[in-house]
């Protein structure tokens, strides 16, 4: 049993919980609150320990929370931490708890590469540079949009290679999480840097890759654009398809309208926490013209990065081989199983 902390119990904090909390090879001493608020209650009652800064424990208990010792605590029982601060958050946490305890810890997508505050020197891409990852001490998990850029263009690499000149990315954001407070602006927003071009190019380093970023008014889901340009004509549709029949969180749809329909229907299908935990390429969008293939696909924000923490984690802490890693965490998102469903549901 490896001990796991997962400190944070925002959207993917939480989401994290209760994934790992049902795996048999972790023992998940309990989570991080910062704030008392509503989410105390929601972790006590889902049986999670609750852990907060030593100097709020009387604050907790005065609200009548029963919670279970400081974040220190949780640190100091833990074989890993999972960080999963608001972005930038977990760089003061390493500073403060991870190395002083030399503990290791995975840290999400928010967090630096480079520079100052910098927390790991790799990105982890399971599709990618899962191995690469086994033994350190601090990894990053990509964001969503990195995870799912390198998903949809590892494939192609590998069947089509030096066929193919240039990519460019427009990610369309949503605004918020549906479980965030805060006001959906109406705005077109954008990214004047995305950090997502280095991020991606951190784990593929060769990609002529481009990538421009907005923020649009919604709750859903992301949808981003492809353009992926070949020297030379482009490969069919098929040929491109072909690519993502076997491919480990991707689903291949062709009559959802819009990012809600694949959200509403993941909550109406009771997926756990409305997520389908991988991208979704449409394949009523896919279009090949001379020289370029547009690839239009949704990626799930908020469920994307948990079974990629859980497979991060088998690999830095189990050092276990992919196959086995994949396995064993399909198995507990029943990723194939949601794949199979949402191709049917949307034929
Ligand atoms: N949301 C997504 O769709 C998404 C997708 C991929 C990656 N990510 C990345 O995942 C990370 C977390 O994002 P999120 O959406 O879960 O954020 P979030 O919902 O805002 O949650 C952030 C959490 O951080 C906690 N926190 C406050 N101070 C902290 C500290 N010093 N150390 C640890 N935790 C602290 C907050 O606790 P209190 O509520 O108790 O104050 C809250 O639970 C970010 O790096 C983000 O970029 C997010």
């Known amino acids: 049993m490896v001990r796991v902390f997962i400190n944070g119990y925002g959207n993917i904090g939480r989401r994290l919980a209760s994934a790992l909390s049902v ?30 800064p030593s100097e709020m424990l009387g604050a907790f208990k005065e609200k009548g929370y029963n919670v279970t010792g400081s974040i220190q605590d949780a640190v100091k029982a833990s074989d890993v931490v999972i960080d999963a601060a608001k972005e930038g958050g977990g ?32 990105i982890h891409n399971s599709r990618v540079n899962y191995s690469k990852a086994a033994g350190r001490t601090y990894v990053i998990q990509g964001s969503c949009n ?10 192609l690499i590998e069947k089509f290679g030096d066929r193919i000149g240039r990519y460019d990315v427009e990610l369309i954001r949503r605004w918020a999480d549906l479980e965030d407070t805060k006001a959906v602006k109406d705005s077109i927003e954008w990214d004047r840097n ?9 784990f593929i380093p060769n990609a002529n890759l481009y990538v421009d970023a907005f923020k649009v008014p919604s709750r859903m889901m992301h949808l981003h654009q492809m353009f992926v340009r070949f020297n030379g004509k482009a490969p069919s549709t098929d040929e491109i398809l072909g ?3 076997n491919e480990f969180g991707v689903a291949i749809i062709s009559s959802a309208k819009g990012t809600g329909d694949v959200r509403k229907k993941a909550l109406e299908l009771g997926f756990a926490h ?11 969008i896919l ?8 690839i239009g696909y949704s990626d799930d924000q908020t469920g994307m990065v948990i079974p990629e923490n859980h497979l991060l984690l088998q690999s830095m802490v189990f050092k276990r081989g992919r196959e086995d890693a994949l396995k064993r965490t ?18």
């Open 23 to 52: 795996d048999k090879e972790i023992q998940l001493v309990g989570v991080a609150k910062y704030t008392i608020d509503d989410k105390v209650k929601e972790a006590i009652d889902n049986r999670f320990s609750v852990f907060v």
């Open 91 to 122: 760089y003061d946490n390493k500073k403060s708890l991870y190395e002083p305890m030399g503990k290791p810890a995975i840290f999400q997508g928010g967090e630096d590469r480079h520079g100052d505050r910098a927390v790991a020197d790799m």
């Open 146 to 155: 990195v995870s799912g850029m390198g998903r949809v263009m590892q494939p």
């Open 194 to 202: 995305p950090h997502h071009q280095d991020d991606v190019k951190d």
């Open 243 to 245: 690519c993502y029949r």
């Open 274 to 284: 409305g997520d389908t935990n991988m991208v979704h390429i449409h394949q009523d």
């Open 287 to 294: 279009r090949v013209q001379d020289d370029t293939v547009k």
């Open 330 to 347: 399909d198995n507990l998102f029943q990723i194939s199983r949601k794949r199979k469903t949402l191709e049917e549901e949307f034929k």
